[in-house]
């Protein structure tokens, strides 16, 4: 079980009305309790992305749900296959009257259904009595039979047996696609959470820092003004900007705790109990943060567009209900064919089986057939409406995925061009502030010049954060639209 160390608190208490079993909870409590002595060991709160990640797929209930498709299939398909097993069957039927044994009918069958929709069937049959119906009549140490039922008309090629089962394996790879698709929704939640998340921290330390100067700077300005150096209206300018910035922070600080919020919502023990991030997880700093390192390949993202159809899980479970159907069909067309079945059993007694399919036989050939086939051939066409349904939500979505893709390509692009170029600028921003406040200590200044200067280079920090955030949305949204999960992580 993977915990991060900063997720030690839980996001709420254990319910008191949640029996949970003793020793259950005191290994929960060891082992955060190691988590606490690793934590204290390591004196890192950060809470990265791929931490952030690695707990998600590891504990998420839905990731656990997602995994169960997967029984639910095997489940599926070996029920499927269970009209396949061979069966057993045996009668008795006995009659007794006014002391007279009247008849004793006994039989046994043994039926083996087979995938090429012939049935071999074999069994025994004895019969006595005073009373027995003449065709009943058998050797006295009973009838043997092996032979086999033969579909030559309707059934021969395939069968409601047979449909179910190909039905089933497609289901397989069905719900395969539909696990990825939910876990690939989830991770791109979870990330679009994590992000803001990283924005408000990095707003509210950035507002923490400049607030912090704006103080110092107004303390001293009162002491200058106590000395009589400066004019009592100056004051007054810096404890508005102070005021400014205490509000901008307490919004900050709200987002960052609605944010955080947000995101405990995701984060869970293995055992299932919620966890929430510490009050003392921080994000990365955004001046350590290294804007993704790693181009995105154009050539790998136009590859990614073409094959869409075959790699995206959303897609794939239009294909796999399109082949559900078109097997749905299949058996729609054999059920316009005539019913005709033929049935050969060779007969032998016990004692004699060397004469086994020689000259003892019974055989038959059943017939039947609809006149109008009004129900067939209505259940054929609805079969094909439904797969021309199929294939125009196909080509619709396959085409607004690629549109998505670029889409997020382009914001991708364009936050990261944005982000570098204000970077650049932060630098300038702040030489010109300090350069501003040493003339403000000199005198060569004035403080609605510093209070300006330093109100620029607060906005652009704040706009480099947000850009930095919702690059970082941009590329979630990327590997959304193209079904890309990061990091990497079989959650089997």
Not at 58 to 78: D, G, I
Not at 159 to 173: F, G, P, V
Not at 262 to 278: A, M, N
């Amino acid at each position: 079980m993977y915990i991060h160390p900063i997720l030690l608190n839980l996001r709420r208490k254990i319910r008191l009305n949640k029996l949970i079993d003793l020793k259950k909870l005191l290994t929960l409590n060891l082992l955060l309790c190691l988590s606490c002595l690793l934590s204290f060991a390591q004196d890192d709160n950060t809470f990265t992305y791929n931490d952030f990640l690695k707990t998600l797929l590891s504990n998420h209930p839905v990731v656990k749900q997602a995994n169960l498709l997967r029984v639910r299939a095997e489940k599926t398909e070996q029920k499927a296959r269970g009209a396949f097993d061979p069966k057993v069957e045996v009668n008795t039927d006995t009659k007794s009257f006014d002391s007279k044994d009247y008849y004793e009918l006994t039989s046994g069958v043994l039926k083996v259904p087979t995938w090429f929709g012939v049935e071999l069937k074999g069994g025994y049959e004895n019969n006595s009595g005073l009373f027995l119906n003449p065709e009943n009549y058998l050797p006295n140490s009973g009838l043997l039979y092996a032979g086999l039922s033969l579909p030559i008309g309707q059934g021969l090629f395939i069968d409601e047996r047979r449909a179910t089962l190909r039905k089933a394996q497609i289901y397989y790879d069905l719900t395969e696609a539909e696990r990825k698709n939910l876990i690939n929704q989830l991770v791109y939640d979870a990330s679009v959470a994590y992000w803001k998340w990283f924005e408000n921290w990095n707003k509210a330390r950035i507002y923490e820092d400049v607030i912090n100067a704006s103080q110092q700077r107004l303390d001293a300005l009162k002491l200058q003004v106590d000395a009589g150096d400066v004019p009592p209206i100056d004051t007054v300018e810096a404890g508005l900007q102070l005021i400014n910035l205490q509000v901008g922070s307490a919004t900050a600080e709200m987002e960052e705790r609605k944010t955080k919020l947000y995101l405990s919502t995701f984060l869970w023990t293995e055992e299932g109990i919620p966890l929430e991030v510490s009050e003392n997880a921080q994000a990365l700093p955004w001046r350590e943060f290294e804007q993704n390192s790693t181009e995105i390949n154009l050539d790998s993202i136009g590859v990614g567009i073409e094959r869409l159809s075959e790699t995206h899980p959303l897609l794939q479970l239009f294909d796999y209900q399109k082949q559900t159907l078109e097997i749905e069909e299949r058996l729609n067309r054999e059920m316009l064919k005539p019913q005709l079945n033929l049935n050969y059993y060779p007969l032998s007694t016990p004692d004699e089986l060397q004469n086994l399919a020689t000259n003892n036989y019974k055989w038959g050939l059943n017939f039947s057939m609809p006149i109008f086939l009004r129900k067939e051939r209505a259940s054929l066409q609805l079969t094909k409406i439904k797969i021309q349904e199929i294939e125009y939500k196909l080509q619709v979505k396959n085409l607004e995925l690629q549109n998505k893709v670029r889409a997020s390509l382009i914001e991708y692009e364009t936050t990261r061009n944005q982000a570098s170029r204000l970077s650049d600028a932060i630098g300038g921003y702040e030489t010109l502030l300090l350069a501003e406040r040493e003339m403000f200590n000199i005198g060569e200044s004035s403080i609605f010049v510093v209070n300006s200067r330093e109100q620029y280079w607060l906005n652009s920090q704040l706009k480099l954060v947000e850009l930095l955030s919702k690059n970082n949305r941009s590329l979630a949204e990327l590997n959304y639209n193209l079904a890309i999960i990061e990091p990497e992580n079989d959650t089997d």
